[in-house]
Nanobody
Framework: QGGWVESGGGSVQAGGALRRSCAAA????????MAWFRQAPGKEREGVAS???????TYADSVKDRFTISRDSAKNTLYLQLNSLKPEDTAMYYC????????????????????WGQGTQVTVSS
């Protein structure tokens, strides 16, 4: 679909941690601006974290200081480390990317991306 091979996710208790991974199968992560989004049942899709080609990052206020976005160019993979998880973090998490000029900043706007993963469920129990 979007050229991503996803892994990670699952269920964890509040306060726990998970790591989500998306390996790019059809493009180079170093040439793309990338992001993570999530969508909970009955809610709109929310931008969680973004990283640009220069490794500048931005985060939603709700996850700042708990989540970390990163990439490994050698493995051509995008990561999201989720720490100090809360029940309200329960959602389907999606990776996304788009080819971009090197100086374009990170963005949590979903309309800026055209390579989307199929998503993986993250469930946090209290």
């Amino acid at each position: 679909q979007g050229g991503w091979v996803e892994s990670g996710g699952g269920s964890v208790q509040a306060g726990g941690a998970l790591r989500r991974s998306c390996a790019a199968a059809k493009f180079s992560v170093a040439s793309n601006r990338m992001a993570w989004f999530r969508q909970a049942p009955g809610k709109e899709r929310e931008g969680v974290a973004s990283i640009n080609r220069l490794l500048t990052t931005t985060y939603a206020d709700s996850v700042k200081d708990r989540f970390t976005i990163s990439r490994d160019s050698a493995k051509n993979t995008l990561y999201l480390q989720l720490n100090s998880l809360k029940p309200e973090d329960t959602a389907m998490y999606y990776c996304a990317g788009s080819r971009s000029p090197i100086f374009l900043g990170p963005s949590l706007d979903g309309t800026q991306y055209n390579y989307w993963g199929q998503g993986t469920q993250v469930t946090v129990s209290s």
